[in-house]
T-cell receptor, first 110, second 116 residues
Framework: DAKTTQPTSMDCAEGRAANLPCNHSTISGNEYVYWYRQIHSQGPQYIIHGLKNNETNEMASLIITEDRKSSTLILPHATLRDTAVYYCIVRASGTYKYIFGTGTRLKVLA | GAVVSQHPSWVICKSGTSVKIECRSLDFQATTMFWYRQFPKQSLMLMATSNEGSKATYEQGVEKDKFLINHASLTLSTLTVTSAHPEDSSFYIC????????????FGPGTRLTVT
């Protein structure tokens, strides 16, 4: 599985956009990028995923670079409830396993 | 949709006893379920992959005789921690892969196990 690298922690002001980067420089052509978040003492929550194109849903936007070596998760208007650990995961086609990295601890500040 | 439940949400047991944790997909059929373990301030570590009707596939370093996994139906997988010891105390989380061509995993709320 491709390895992902994320900053350990980030702060964001409430109401502002939170941009969470992820580096996956060894990703191959058929590997998807998934984003989850984990609020303290809960199971991870699915946010969004993509392969090549940028994606948007009601929670967030996912921007994948053209070479697919990195991506950015965007929370357009962060709220205090978005404080969590955000995980970027690369899943190889044909396997359904997730290998979690260390994630980014996002703290939204009032 | 895509709700996964776990039972119990927390359990305390004595050293040497066994504990069973249930994972259910409530509104979809899950041919594949996964079990993870998470220690405080650490990331999730995949323990095993469970396919309905077949033996689980364990990750390297995970003792299959200690962590018994059964996936008897498309909506239920169980993890039994046998002869639990204090070092088995952890947060155990299951997930289920969506059906109908959706491959993302949906996670349960987790079970906190404390072995005294």
């Amino acid at each position: 599985d491709a390895k992902t690298t994320q900053p350990t922690s980030m702060d964001c002001a409430e109401g502002r956009a939170a941009n969470l980067p992820c580096n996956h420089s060894t990703i191959s052509g058929n590997e998807y990028v998934y984003w989850y978040r984990q609020i303290h003492s809960q199971g991870p929550q699915y946010i969004i995923h993509g392969l090549k194109n940028n994606e948007t849903n009601e929670m967030a936007s996912l921007i994948i670079t053209e070479d697919r070596k990195s991506s950015t998760l965007i929370l357009p208007h962060a709220t205090l409830r978005d404080t969590a650990v955000y995980y970027c995961i690369v899943r190889a086609s044909g396997t359904y396993k997730y290998i979690f990295g260390t994630g980014t601890r996002l703290k939204v500040l009032a | 949709g895509a709700v996964v439940s776990q039972h119990p949400s927390w359990v305390i047991c004595k050293s040497g006893t066994s504990v069973k944790i249930e994972c259910r997909s409530l509104d979809f059929q899950a041919t594949t379920m996964f079990w993870y373990r998470q220690f405080p301030k650490q990331s999730l570590m995949l323990m095993a992959t469970s396919n309905e009707g077949s033996k689980a596939t364990y990750e390297q370093g995970v003792e299959k005789d200690k962590f018994l996994i059964n996936h008897a139906s498309l909506t239920l997988s169980t993890l039994t921690v046998t002869s639990a010891h204090p070092e088995d105390s952890s947060f155990y989380i299951c997930s289920a892969r969506g059906d109908r061509g959706r491959n993302e995993q949906y996670f349960g709320p987790g079970t906190r196990l404390t072995v005294t």
